[in-house]
């Protein structure tokens, strides 16, 4: 499924509406732009999982704007992509509740919310799936 397909599904799942275009960033007179809203999201989930010891090599994070809530702020979701299964990516899925609540209340915390809405973590795992998870177990 490719990243478009999975953010039409996400839309969809959460009953948002579609992507709307907004101006170009010349005509925004903030200086927060959805740019630079959905680097801030990556690069705040992309630490979390740092401090839990998953690199670039393991997880690739993306997070892209999926729609409007009600009151009309971007939502952005977080699509995480598995890249290279091995024990701590393994640990990492028992634990994906408690990380999830972690990153949730991180993001609350952020001065991100009061511009945009976050639709939490997706997950997406490489074509070859049961191939790598015969040799970590």
């Known amino acids: 499924?490719?990243?478009?397909?999975?953010?039409?599904?996400?839309?969809?799942?959460?009953?948002?509406?579609?992507?709307v275009k907004l101006p170009a960033t010349d005509e925004?007179?903030?200086?927060v732009t959805p740019s630079?809203?959905?680097?801030d999201y990556q690069d705040m989930i992309k630490d979390c999982f740092q401090m839990l010891g998953l690199g670039p090599d393991q997880i690739r994070i993306m997070v892209r704007s999926v729609g409007l809530n009600p009151a009309g702020?971007?939502?952005?979701?977080?699509?995480?992509?598995?890249?290279?299964?091995?024990?701590?990516?393994?640990d990492m899925l028992a634990k994906m509740p408690v990380i999830e609540k972690k990153i949730d209340r991180r993001v609350r915390q952020s001065s991100m919310v009061r511009y945009s809405a976050f639709a939490g973590l997706w997950f997406r795992s490489p074509a070859d799936v049961n191939t790598p998870l015969v040799t970590v177990h």
Do not use: C, N, P
């Open 36 to 39: 630079s809203i959905s680097d």
């Open 28 to 31: 925004i007179d903030s200086e």
């Open 73 to 90: 702020l971007e939502v952005y979701a977080a699509f995480v992509k598995v890249v290279r299964w091995d024990a701590s990516v393994v």
């Open 1 to 19: 499924m490719g990243i478009h397909a999975l953010t039409q599904e996400v839309i969809k799942h959460l009953g948002l509406k579609t992507e």
